[in-house]
């Protein structure tokens, strides 16, 4: 730009020099007083004269090839760069429109991974907004779906084990079951004998009764088929409820059963379900328990949580069996007539009432069960 501003003074320079030279030729008197009005910049600048004769048009000058050449120069100025600057625009939206292609390429492959359930490969970080925020959203998705199919894959182990677990418990009472039903289809079977298999057979029906509906509880709180309410639950009704469908078994033994709850203790939870869980906590209180025993029941409240303490004064747990109280199907050596599933089903309820439970036990002295309401999520 500088050199065609020079160029064009110049060219200026060219003209006045002709029109002096013309001038002089004719007049060489008016030699200083053309120098004058050339370098007097304070003249004003008067264009009566030239407008007269036609000469304040610019077109006037297109006589002079200095102008034409000017004016040429300009035009391939211009068109230059114009064009380089339509091949930069056009260079930057093609890199530009090649990255985008190869983004959505790694994406398209990233979808097909994921359809294929490879889910451990990353995408890389895109620059382009709308882009970067479709990875986020997918990062977002291929988590969750990471999550789910980890869970997934936990869930059918667990099933699988569970199945396991059922069939072993149920195949012992069963080929109990066709043992006996042969024996009774026997014609040399006396009647006292034939009333011991009846009375055995109804033993092992109950029991397989009590284990099927056991097992469809605990399944129906895992999978979520019966979502706990969470509503206020007064904890003396709670035991007084409990109490209330264990008296034949506290009567038969004389177990007293001696409880320190305050009218205002309230939590949170399924009132029903919560009975469940506590009902088998007392149950099994019971069944431990030395005739002519107690019971305790303790309520106390802090900031944190309600705790309910449930002590027993009989068998005790040994520390062996102490640690695996809580699995599902499991037996200790002094009772071999449980099923195994009460207790892991009251813990089941009870974590999902927000709540934990933990055992202590000395031999032959005391049980106590602990369970911690929490006031807040934990």
């Not at 530009?96 to 889910?119: A, G, H, M, P, W």
């Amino acid at each position: 730009m500088y050199s065609l501003f020079d160029r064009a003074k110049r060219e200026i320079i060219s003209n006045n020099a002709m029109i002096v030279n013309q001038v002089l030729e004719n007049h060489p008197e008016l030699e200083t007083e053309i120098i004058d009005a050339l370098s007097n910049v304070s003249s004003t600048n008067d264009f009566s004269v030239l407008e007269k004769y036609g000469l304040t048009n610019l077109s006037s000058l297109d006589y002079l090839d200095s102008v034409a050449e000017m004016k040429k120069t300009f035009y391939i100025v211009y068109f230059v760069f114009f064009f380089f600057l339509m091949l930069v625009f056009f260079i930057y939206f093609w890199l530009n429109e090649r990255r985008r292609k190869k983004e959505i390429l790694q994406i398209d492959t990233y979808l097909f991974s994921l359809l294929s359930q490879n889910i451990n490969i990353n995408l890389k970080d895109f620059q382009s907004g709308e882009l970067a925020t479709l990875q986020n959203d997918l990062m977002k998705v291929t988590s969750r779906l990471k999550n789910a199919l980890e869970s997934s894959t936990q869930a059918k182990k667990e099933l699988s084990k569970t199945l396991e677990d059922i069939s072993h418990q149920l195949k012992t009472p069963l080929t109990s079951l066709l043992i006996i039903n042969d024996n009774l289809s026997s014609f040399t079977l006396d009647e006292k004998t034939r009333q011991e298999f009846l009375k055995k057979q109804e033993q092992i029906i109950l029991h397989m009764k009590t284990l099927i509906i056991t097992l469809l509880k605990v399944s129906q709180i895992e999978s979520g088929m019966t979502p706990l309410k969470k509503e206020p639950v007064s904890i003396k009704k709670l035991f007084e409820s409990v109490l209330e469908q264990l008296e034949l078994q506290l009567v038969a033994k004389n177990i007293q059963v001696q409880m320190n709850i305050k009218d205002s203790y309230m939590i949170l939870g399924d009132f029903t379900w919560l009975s469940e869980a506590i009902l088998n906590i007392v149950k099994n209180a019971c069944e431990h328990s030395y005739e002519n025993g107690k019971i305790d029941v303790l309520v106390s409240e802090n900031p944190l949580y309600l705790e309910v303490a449930i002590t027993d004064y009989g068998e005790g747990i040994s520390e062996k069996d102490l640690k695996h109280i809580f699995e599902r199907f499991y037996k200790s050596s002094s009772d071999k007539e449980s099923i195994g599933i009460g207790l892991n089903l009251t813990k089941t309820i009870l974590e999902r009432s927000n709540a934990t439970i933990s055992c202590k036990s000395e031999v032959g002295k005391y049980t106590t069960f602990l369970i911690h309401f929490y006031k807040s999520v934990v």
